[in-house]
């Protein structure tokens, strides 16, 4: 999870570099949000990702909104069938991933139907599999220790009500 996040920083402040010289086509430039106050289907019509700094510019953006105008955004984008949709769905999934692991994982599954992906996105689909992936295992893991430790917790109590009724019965003599 933190291996993502650093990531995702890393992906986000490249794209917050300024070169002077560097001749930046509109075509390629990540297009902004509109305001929130712009519907929902508004917002995803205006999306292309032509490549990974658009998309994750589009993320970082989408995730600053408030919960609820992420999933209107996120209905809109499940009534399309575009690449764009499901990339856009797939960016809406990573912004609470410890809250809605399922689409995540769906998410993941339909971008690698992708069929005409940016240029490295099936790279960065990997590592985004692969920290979902290992993310899945430490909740496996953390279960189980939570598991092991009510078992813990049951048998201690077990134990303190034996000590206490024989406590009890030997005070009754």
């Known amino acids: 999870m933190m291996k993502l996040r650093l990531v995702y920083l890393l ?14 086509d509109s075509a390629v430039r990540p297009q902004p949000v ?38 209107q955004l996120l209905n809109a984008y499940r009534e399309m069938t575009s690449d764009e949709a499901v990339l856009g769905s797939l960016m809406l999934a990573t912004c609470e991933p410890d809250q809605t692991p399922g689409l995540l994982a769906n998410s993941l599954v339909a971008a690698r139907s992708i069929e005409r992906p940016p240029p490295g996105f099936p790279a960065f689909l990997e590592l985004l599999a692969a ?13 189980n220790t939570q598991k092991k430790l009510d078992d813990m917790i049951d048998g201690i109590r077990a134990i303190e009500a034996e000590m206490g009724e024989s406590t009890d019965e030997e005070s009754l003599r």
């Open 131 to 143: 920290e979902a992936k290992s993310y899945a295992l430490l909740e496996r893991r953390l279960k």
């Open 11 to 24: 992906l986000l402040f490249s794209g917050c570099v300024h070169w002077e010289d560097r001749a930046v």
């Open 34 to 71: 509109p305001s929130p106050q712009a519907p929902a289907k508004e917002v995803t019509s205006h999306h292309t990702f032509h490549n990974l700094e658009a998309l994750v510019t589009f993320r970082h953006q989408a995730c600053q909104l408030p919960v609820e105008e992420r999933d």
